[in-house]
């Protein structure tokens, strides 16, 4: 209920017929509009898997607790190369990123009506693809291996490190 001020003391005002109508309409459709979301998520849910998924969270959980260390010794390679991929592909892409920031940037590209809208087109193609999608695109044209994730790696960052590098160019 609303508190109006009558001389400067505070008293309690109540609705009108009309006013609290109104509310309760407001609310009867926010309660209908829920039910409805509720009813459309449900038909949509397989159910089982709802209800199976706190055995398989267990079934991970015990399987992974306590850790196995007898293969921590295989693993130096393999994060080396992960390194390797990250650092490569950052270096690749800051390479690629600078003329095309330089392109984009408005005080500094040839044409604002040919190149700028191309480099942007650049620099937002490759942001709006996962580093994963281009990953899967690569191993399927390169092959599996390290270069490939180089190459999505550095695909992935000219985006980024170009919107950083225009605006700071701007």
Same mark, same amino acid.
């Given at each position: 209920? !609303?508190? #109006?001020?009558?001389?400067?003391?505070?008293?309690?005002? %109540? %609705?009108?017929?009309?006013?609290?109508?109104?509310?309760?309409?407001?609310? &009867?459709?926010?309660?209908?509009?829920?039910?409805?979301? *509720?009813?459309?998520?449900?038909?949509?849910?397989?159910?089982?898997?709802?209800?199976? @998924?706190?055995?398989?969270?267990?079934?991970?959980? =015990?399987?992974? =607790?306590? !850790?196995?260390?007898?293969?921590?010794?295989?693993?130096? +390679? !393999? $994060?080396?190369?992960?390194?390797?991929? /990250? =650092?490569?592909?950052?270096?690749?892409?800051?390479?690629?990123?600078?003329?095309? @920031?330089?392109?984009? /940037? +408005?005080?500094?590209? !040839?044409? %604002?009506?040919?190149? +700028?809208?191309?480099?942007? &087109?650049?620099?937002?193609?490759? %942001?709006?693809?996962?580093?994963?999608? *281009? /990953?899967?695109?690569? $191993?399927?044209? #390169?092959?599996?291996?390290?270069?490939?994730?180089? $190459?999505?790696?550095?695909?992935?960052?000219?985006?980024?490190? /170009?919107?950083?590098?225009?605006?700071?160019?701007?």
């Amino acid at each position: 209920m !609303p508190v #109006i001020e009558q001389s400067g003391v505070q008293v309690w005002k %109540r %609705r009108t017929p009309g006013e609290s109508l109104v509310r309760w309409f407001g609310w &009867l459709i926010g309660v209908a509009v829920f039910l409805f979301c *509720w009813q459309q998520i449900s038909e949509a849910t397989t159910w089982f898997f709802v209800w199976d @998924a706190p055995r398989i969270a267990g079934d991970i959980w =015990t399987r992974a =607790t306590p !850790p196995r260390w007898e293969y921590i010794t295989r693993l130096g +390679r !393999p $994060i080396w190369d992960t390194l390797n991929i /990250a =650092t490569l592909g950052t270096l690749i892409a800051l390479c690629l990123a600078v003329p095309v @920031a330089f392109l984009a /940037a +408005r005080n500094t590209t !040839p044409s %604002r009506f040919i190149i +700028r809208p191309i480099a942007l &087109l650049i620099i937002v193609s490759t %942001r709006s693809i996962n580093s994963l999608i *281009w /990953a899967l695109l690569l $191993i399927a044209i #390169i092959g599996p291996g390290v270069f490939a994730g180089v $190459i999505a790696i550095a695909i992935r960052s000219i985006g980024f490190c /170009a919107k950083l590098l225009y605006e700071a160019i701007e």
